[in-house]
């Protein structure tokens, strides 16, 4: 995941929004070791009660192990393990010049050099190898091509079915006018979003969006005193009195006013983005996005590449440092974009962090908050069944539909239609949930809607690069924001 920037910002019926929000960078990345450590790593592994850990093969490289997930095609050959051992599995395949990636059935290890779509298998135990062993940085440059296909724990199952014709998000000649914008408990009040600036980097004129390292800048948060700062908080770190000082600002607010703090995440490399930088963005726009991949990798409802999983491992092992050293409070809500490099991305962001018992990572996937809806079909997300088959704790909000019916490879949305279905994410989000500090993890498109609907400066999003083997992009950006909100009767109110 990569964050963008910070800001205070407020929203106008009872909510004030304190939002960080996520970009990323689409070129490659190597895995590091310290990202990898984030999540949990078997040494012993065995299927299910090791899905998503990370094995460390005996040459050092890094495997992830994925359960019950099977990849067609790249068949490269296969071998009797008569242990019928995932690990002795995994080091037959890392001793195999050009295996990425093995399925094991009994104790046939099959091992493969290209991946295709995943398909769930209850009978096979996976592993993919996320990270080369450490050797020259020419060969491990080479491992993040587009010949490792889409990534497993929440493979692509789409179905085939067109969605009706009929597109039920607002296109422009559709979309209602700033007077009938979407209002909140049962039409009575309106939420008005202000941008509140002075508290995060990334809300500043002078902070460029394409350089800015969200991880050298403890998530930008300005070094600054509070009105609810004591003589005896001088021990505290900067969130720790960040977070005391949101907390008075809801305290001290009229009763129509609400503050929360959004950490805004966008998902990390996808191989759409691997695709576009590889066949440059007008053969992208023009032919392959409207495929559903090539002869090598799928992007149809695009999964996360090896730099994508480790731009996700880089926040993680981020979040993990700014809890145990800054003390920040984490969320207290996650919402997630229901494509499966949002949900990847969050998985692996936030599994694995110390977390609050009364504040789980147990995110709800959230229909409104995905990526603009266009003929691409990278944004044509998979089935309800698929997705909490994958993640059967998750929660989806009451009106996620079984089959995706926004997306029909034929219309297009507008920005004013975004923005409107964006508004009425929020509205839902501020109105219904108690959380003061929330984390939404969606697309760079999406992110620069929620951000216009916020009233936030644009901040753009690096979302390709020329890259060096040896240069790490960062992957997710963050912004912050803290928005006011107030009910109102009048729905002329501008965002």
């Known amino acids: 995941m990569v964050y963008t920037s910070f800001s205070l910002a407020s929203v106008a019926l009872s909510l004030l929004a304190l939002s960080e929000a996520s970009a990323i960078s689409t070129s490659t990345a190597s895995l590091t070791g310290s990202s990898t ?24 490289a890094t495997f992830l192990l994925e359960c019950s ?19 002795d599995c995994v080091n037959a395949c890392d001793a195999t010049e050009g295996c990425i990636d093995i399925s094991m059935s009994g104790t046939a290890c099959y091992m493969k050099k290209t991946l295709g779509k995943p398909t769930t298998n209850k009978g096979i135990r996976g592993a993919r190898k996320i990270k080369d062993a450490p050797v020259s940085s020419s060969s491990v440059s080479s491992s993040t091509n587009s010949s490792v296909a889409v990534s497993s724990s929440v493979g692509v199952s789409v179905s085939t079915t067109k969605a009706p014709t009929t597109f039920s998000i607002p296109t422009a000649s559709t979309a209602p006018s700033t ?9 009575t009040e309106y939420i008005n979003y202000t941008n509140v600036g002075g508290y995060f980097l990334q809300d500043l004129d002078t902070t460029v969006p394409s350089t800015f390292d969200y991880t050298a800048n403890n998530f930008g948060l300005i070094n600054q005193t509070y009105e609810s700062d004591k003589k005896s908080d001088g021990a505290r770190t900067q969130w720790q009195r960040f977070n005391k000082y949101l907390k008075y600002l809801n305290s001290k607010a009229p009763k129509h006013v609400e ?5 805004i ?23 392959w996005s409207q495929q559903t991949g090539n002869s090598t990798v799928s992007w149809q409802d695009a999964d996360l590449t090896t730099n994508g999983v480790a731009q996700a491992l880089k926040a ?7 809890i145990s050293q800054q003390q920040i409070q984490p969320p207290e809500s996650y919402y997630v974009s229901p494509l499966t490099r949002c949900l990847k991305t969050a998985n692996l962001t936030f599994s694995g962090l110390t977390l609050p018992s009364s504040s789980p990572f147990i995110p709800t996937i959230k229909e409104l908050i995905r990526e603009g809806i266009s003929t691409h079909t990278c944004d044509h997300r998979s089935n309800k069944t698929y ?21 029909n490879g034929i219309t297009e949305e507008s920005s004013s239609a975004q923005d409107y279905r964006s ?14 500090i929330v984390s939404i993890t969606t697309h760079s498109g999406e992110t620069s809607s929620l951000l216009r609907v916020l009233g936030h400066r644009a901040f753009s999003l690096v979302t390709k690069q020329a890259i060096r083997p040896s240069f790490l992009p960062t992957p997710l950006a963050a912004i912050s924001l803290i928005a006011s909100a107030t009910p109102s009767t009048s729905l002329a109110l501008r965002l």
């Open 37 to 60: 450590s984030a999540l949990p790593t078997s040494t012993s592994p065995t299927c299910p009660e090791a899905d998503n850990n990370v094995f460390i093969a005996n040459s050092g």
């Open 423 to 436: 508004k009425i994410a929020l509205d839902d989000i501020f109105y219904n949930d108690d959380a003061s």
């Open 316 to 322: 993680n092992a981020f979040w993990a440092q700014e």
């Open 179 to 187: 007077a009938s914008l979407p209002t909140v408990d049962k039409g």
């Open 259 to 263: 503050y929360k703090l959004l950490f």
């Open 69 to 87: 997930v099977d990849y067609a095609g790249g068949d490269l050959k296969s071998v009797n393990i008569a242990s019928n051992r995932i690990a």
């Open 265 to 287: 995440g966008r998902h990390g490399e996808g191989y759409h983005n691997a695709a576009q930088t590889y066949y440059g963005t007008p053969a992208w726009n023009c032919y």
């Open 387 to 407: 997705i909490s088959n994958l993640f059967p704790t998750w929660k989806f909000e009451k009106t996620f539909t079984e089959n995706d019916e926004f997306w």
